[in-house]
């Protein structure tokens, strides 16, 4: 659940993607070079009332959360559901639930990074190839991949920096992007 000081403009438009960021002593502003700004229009809003900076007097509650809250907001949902079907007495207005870019499981979400990096030519067939064939991301942790052979350690590795110097996190085409020439 998203609660005061979990701002979309907090942290969305002043720490992610918003066309600056504060400086270093908080008292003025410098320039996000990689703003989504650059691309698109951009409207950070806090809504509904009740999350980020905003408020509200009513009681209606959405959990929303984004990356690895994947894992728990469906469960406290689950968990607020079944004691309201148990509760004779508080009951939570539960509204709705949203995740974004949610990590639901690694075994599933590292691999489809991966794919997603050889589909779109971002790293070469040897690395993609030996990665899917080499890699066993069953119980597979970011910190310690532990199970995984050498060679897939290794083309891990070389994917990473291979991607990570061409590659925004918050916009895998903006290189792209920025090379594009528009006819009119």
């Not at 992610?16 to 990689?34: A, Q, T, V």
């Not at 209606?60 to 469960?75: K, M, V």
């Not at 004779?88 to 990590?103: D, Q, R, Y």
């Not at 066993?136 to 532990?146: G, L, R």
Request: proline share 5%; hydrophobic share 35%.
């Amino acid at each position: 659940m998203l609660g005061p000081g979990c701002s979309s403009i907090g942290g969305g438009a002043f720490t992610e993607l918003g066309p600056f960021y504060p400086s270093g002593d908080g008292r003025g502003l410098r320039k996000n070079p990689m703003s989504w700004n650059k691309a698109s229009n951009l409207l950070f809003v806090e809504s509904p009332a009740g999350v980020g900076w905003s408020y509200s007097n009513t009681s209606s509650d959405y959990n929303y959360g984004d990356a690895s809250t994947g894992l728990y907001i469906p469960q406290l949902a689950m968990a607020l559901l079944d004691h309201n079907a148990k509760s004779s007495g508080f009951k939570f207005n539960i509204k709705g639930v949203a995740i974004g870019n949610p990590l639901l499981k690694l075994d599933r979400d590292v691999p489809a990074t991966y794919e997603y990096f050889w589909s779109h030519g971002m790293i070469s067939d040897e690395i993609g190839i030996t990665i899917m064939s080499e890699c066993d991301f069953e119980d597979y942790t970011f910190a310690s991949p532990h199970n995984e052979s050498h060679s897939c350690n290794e083309a891990i590795s070389t994917a990473n920096q291979v991607v990570g110097n061409y590659m925004n996190n918050y916009n895998v085409s903006w290189k792209l992007h920025k090379q594009l020439r528009f006819h009119t």
